[in-house]
């Protein structure tokens, strides 16, 4: 029996990266996988359905709050319950604050903290009907620190922990828990385009001195899915490696 047998996570943005590998970690442990992309992805939906779960890939642009609604239905149609929600979709648009366009602005706030917004309007009636889920807000260390030519996405980051914070308030007394991950400097195709130097001086500010895996992440993701973590709630696991304490 694997930790997440016979539940249905829905996770926003799991095409590739962190996403990917959150679906991959629950689908070995027995969960059915639902996610979203910009596009239908078949390649990504067979390679977790080869692991004998139920998977489904969706195409919906999650800013979009009648699009979300209606994704939000057909998964519940699909797979019968939404036991587990991962807000993972997210972007980049960096830029120092007095570069920062509008559109810059805009454009990650929407996708990183209103998809968020999106989702969770959508999926606790589900959850409060089953009488529990588990949320969880992909945030980042900068969300708790901030960084600077990163205004927009820090505090995109900033408010999906204190969205999180916020829900296990409300939905505690329903059996529902949010809990928000901030992951640290994470290898992948984003930070492998970083130049050797400052990929070496990120990691000479890092205790454990090597990149996070996002099979870091997606175990604590796992964790915070199970019913190992049945009494946390409203909490911020920052997985860095030791580099914010």
Not at 27 to 32: L, R
Request: charged letters at 20%.
């Amino acid at each position: 029996m694997g930790l997440l047998e016979g539940k249905t996570a829905l996770i926003t943005g799991a095409a590739r990266g962190i996403g990917k590998a959150i679906a991959l970690k629950y689908a070995a442990e027995g969960c059915n996988i639902a996610f979203t992309d910009l596009q239908v992805n078949e390649e990504t939906e067979k390679e977790i359905a080869a692991l004998g779960i139920k998977a489904k890939s969706y195409a919906s642009n999650a800013a979009d709050f009648a699009q979300t609604e209606e994704v939000v239905k057909a998964v519940k149609e699909e797979f019968g319950s939404i036991d587990i929600l991962v807000n993972n979709a997210g972007i980049t648009k960096d830029g120092l604050m007095l570069r920062m366009t509008e559109q810059q602005w805009d454009a990650v706030i929407a996708v990183n903290l209103k998809s968020a917004f999106n989702f969770i309007h959508a999926c606790v009636p589900v959850m409060m009907r089953q009488r529990g889920g588990s949320i969880i807000n992909m945030a980042s260390v900068v969300g708790v620190h901030g960084n600077a030519g990163q205004a927009n996405y820090a505090a995109s980051k900033a408010g999906l922990i204190a969205l999180a914070k916020s829900i296990a308030q409300e939905m505690g007394p329903k059996g529902i828990r949010a809990n928000a991950i901030a992951p640290g400097f994470i290898e992948t195709a984003m930070t492998a385009a970083l130049p050797e130097d400052v990929r070496n001086e990120w990691k000479q500010k890092i205790p454990l001195r090597r990149g996070g895996q996002v099979e870091d992440i997606a175990n604590v993701a796992t964790f915070l899915a199970s019913d190992l973590s049945s009494y946390v709630s409203g909490q911020v696991i920052q997985v860095d490696g030791g580099m914010n304490m």
